[in-house]
DNA sequence: ACCGACGGGACCGCCCGTTGTT
DNA sequence: AACAACGGGCGGTCCCGTCGGT
C-alpha cells in the first residue's frame, strides 16, 4: 500500500509519522492518544506535524489506514497460501486469530477500535472504518465467488452471509480475547469457523471441475 | 437493580446520576464524555456530582454497572420467556439481535464498548467489563447445563465454547451493524446461530434423565 | 486558658475540633489545611463545623490560640522551675530549645508559622501572632523586671533587647533545626544565649538584697 | 546570574517570567500563589508558562532560586566592602539586616518563607531552601576561616556555631520585625551581633601568619 | 447540634492548533 | 521543512460555605 522505499524527503517523513503515530492511535484511540503523544514518538515538534497533516483528525485517518493496510496485507498473504477456496477461508480465519496472540500492530483490530470509538462522534474516521470493513467482506466474497466458479462450491452458498459470519464471529472473539487476556475464546470460535467452512457445501451436480475454471 | 422508589435523597439522586450518565458513557465512551457533559445531563454542578462519586472513573463504574444490568434483565427476561435449553439460547441470541435496530441504551454494547476503550488505559472499568461478559458466559453455560439435566441436550456439548461462540458472534455482529447502520449483518449471524442451535445434538439415548424430552 | 472539663456539651465538641484542628493548621498551614481535613479528623461534618465556627478562618484563629497556649503553658512551667531570673531565663531557652527534637505540637513553632504565611494575607491571624509574639517578650521582660527588684540583674539591662535577641534567635534555629532535621543548629544557639545570659551583669552598687524585694 | 542581554527569546521570556513569579511566591507562598496570579503577572497565558515550566513546582523552584540569588548577591557584595573579617561578619549582618526596612524582594527571606511552608509538603523546594542555607552557612565559615589564615581570628572560634548563631538571629529577627512592621527589633538583634562579632577573640600570642592583625 | 446535598468557583495541568523564525 | 513560543480553552478535582432536614 505504501512504497515508502523511494519518494521525496518529505513523502518519507510523512511516512514515518503515519507508522510511529498507527500504534498510538490502535492502543490509546483517537481520543485517548494526543498530538503530544505523537511527537515524543516520533522525535518531531508540533509545527513539523502540522506540515505534513492539517489536523489531528486527517493524522489519525493516514494512521488507520496504514494500521488497516498491515493487517489487510496479511489476511491477502493468508489467501495466498491456500490452493482452493475453503482453505483460503479457513487460512483467513487463522491468520485473523493469530492475532489474539501476536497482535501485528499493539491495540488490537484497528477496525472495530474505530467503530466503536468513531461510533457518534468522528464521521471521517467512521467512514473509513466503513470502507475498511467493506474490504474484509468483499475479500470473502470473491474467495467464495472464486470457489463456486471453480465448482469447489455451491453456488447457492450466501457469501454476503459467510462475510457477515466471519468477520463478526471473529472481531468478536479477538475483542473478548484481549478483554480476558486469553486467545482460548478466539480458539473456540475458529474452531466453530473451520468447521463450518468445511462442511460446505460442495455443488449439487455435474460440477466435478475441480480447477477447471480460469 | 433500581429501586428508585423509596431510599434517602442523596440515594436517589446518586441513582438519577448514574442513570443520566450510563447513555453519555456509553455512547462517548470514557474519555469522550466529560464531566461537564454529565452536570448539563443532570442539571448539578460539579460539586454537586463529586459528593456522590469521588472520582469520574467511579462515576463511570457505576454507570457502566448500571448499562449492564439494564441489558442483563432483558436477557434474562428473554430466558424466561422460553421453555426449553434450545428455546431459551435462541431467545437469548434473538434479543440480542433485536438491539441492532431498537438498543434498549444509546451506544451499542457496553461491555463491548469498555472493553474495547479500557483496553490499556482503564483497570478497573476493564475488571467490570470482564465481569460483565463472564455473567453472558454464565447465563448461556447455565442454561446448556439446565438443558442437559432436563434431556434435551447431549452431556458432550462443550457449553463453553458455545457461549463464546454466541458472544462473540453476536457483539461482532451488533459492532458491524452499527458500523453500517443496517442490521442486515445482525441478521445473518443470527440465523446461522439460531440453526446452529437447533441442530445440537440431543442425548444419544436411553434419556434416564427425569424429564425425557422429545 | 482552657477548661475542657466541665463546660456545656456544645463547648466541648467546640473545644474538641480545636484541639484537633490545631495540629493539622499548624503542619499545613491555613491554606494547606482544608475543610474537609478537619472535617476527616474530627469525625464531624461540614455542617457540624460550621455550628461552631463561622469561617474558616475563625477555626484557624481559634486554633492558633490553642496552639500558642499549648506553648506558652510550657514556657510558663519553665519559669516556675527556676528561682532566680537568670535561671528562668535560660529555663525558658531551653525549653524552647527542646522543641526542636520534641514538639509539643506537630509543625513547629505557631507564631512563626503564622507570621510567615499570613504575611500579606490574613490580618486576623496576623493579629493573634503578633499578640502571642508579644506575650513572648513580655514574659522575657518580666523575669528581667522581677531580676532587677531582686536585685539580681542590673538595672540597666535592656529588656527589651533581650526579649527580642532571646526569640529571634530561638525561632531562628527552631526553623533552621526543622530545615535540617537536626538539632544541632538549636544546640548552638542555645549555647550562646545561656552564657549571654549567666553574663549578664549583676547591679553595680550595694544591691546585694538578694531577695529584698517584694 | 542574570545575563538577560542575550541568549534566544524562549530563554528571555523564562528570564522573565521567573522574575515575575518570584515576587508573588515570596508574598503570596507556594500556595498561595496560583497559576493565575503569574499569568496576569506576566501577561502570558497558562499554555504559554508551560512551555517553559512542567509543573507549579518546577516553576516555584526556579523562582525561589532567583529570589535567593538576589539576596545571595547582596550578602557576596556586603562582604567585599569589608577588608577583614571582622569587618566582612558585621557587613553581613548590617545588610541582612537592612531587609528589615528596605527588603530586596517584598515578602521577606525566602529561604525562611520555604523553610516553614514546604515544611512537610513540599520536599523539592524544601531541597533547595537547605542548599541556600547551607551557602549561608558556608559565607560565614568561610568569612571566618580567612580571618584565622589572615591572623585576625582565634583558630579556636567554632565558625559553625557562629554561622548557626548569625543565620539563626537574623532570620528570627526579620521574621519578628516584618511581623511587628517595626525594625527595632532587627536593629536589637544586630547590636547584639556587632558586639559580638567585634569581642570575637584574636590568635593568643606570637601571631606567625603573613598579616599579622592589629 | 449535626448531617449531607449542593452551588459556584478556583485550582493545576493539558489539550489542539497557529504563528513567526530559522 | 522543522522548531519552539504561545493562545485560548477545557479537562478533572477540590475548594469554602450554605441550607434544608433530622
Not at 1 to 27: C, D, M, W, Y
Not at 108 to 123: L, R
Amino acid at each position: 500500500v505504501s512504497p515508502a522505499t523511494l519518494a521525496s524527503k518529505g513523502a518519507r517523513t510523512r511516512q514515518r509519522i503515519v507508522e510511529q503515530a498507527a500504534p498510538l492511535f490502535n492502543q490509546l484511540g483517537y481520543k485517548g492518544a494526543s498530538m503530544r503523544d505523537i511527537t515524543e514518538a516520533t522525535g518531531l515538534e508540533k509545527g513539523g506535524l502540522y506540515n505534513h497533516f492539517g489536523s489531528k483528525e486527517a493524522l489519525a485517518v493516514a494512521a488507520f489506514d496504514h494500521s488497516v493496510s498491515i493487517t489487510a496485507h496479511r489476511l491477502a498473504a493468508a489467501r495466498e497460501s491456500a490452493p482452493d477456496a475453503r482453505g483460503q477461508l479457513i487460512a483467513l480465519a487463522r491468520e485473523f486469530s493469530h492475532w489474539a496472540k501476536r497482535p501485528p500492530l499493539p491495540g488490537g483490530c484497528p477496525i472495530m477500535n474505530t467503530a466503536i470509538e468513531a461510533d457518534d462522534t468522528n464521521p471521517e474516521l467512521l467512514e473509513h472504518a466503513r470502507g475498511a470493513m467493506n474490504d474484509l467482506h468483499r475479500l470473502v466474497g470473491s474467495i467464495v465467488k472464486a470457489g463456486v466458479a471453480a465448482g469447489e462450491l455451491d453456488p447457492e452458498i450466501d457469501r454476503y452471509a459467510l462475510a457477515s459470519l466471519l468477520t463478526s464471529a471473529l472481531e468478536g472473539a479477538l475483542m473478548q480475547s484481549r478483554l480476558f487476556d486469553d486467545a482460548v475464546h478466539m480458539d473456540r470460535v475458529v474452531d466453530h469457523l473451520v468447521a463450518y467452512i468445511e462442511a460446505l457445501p460442495a455443488p449439487k451436480r455435474r460440477g466435478r471441475t475441480r480447477r477447471s475454471a480460469q
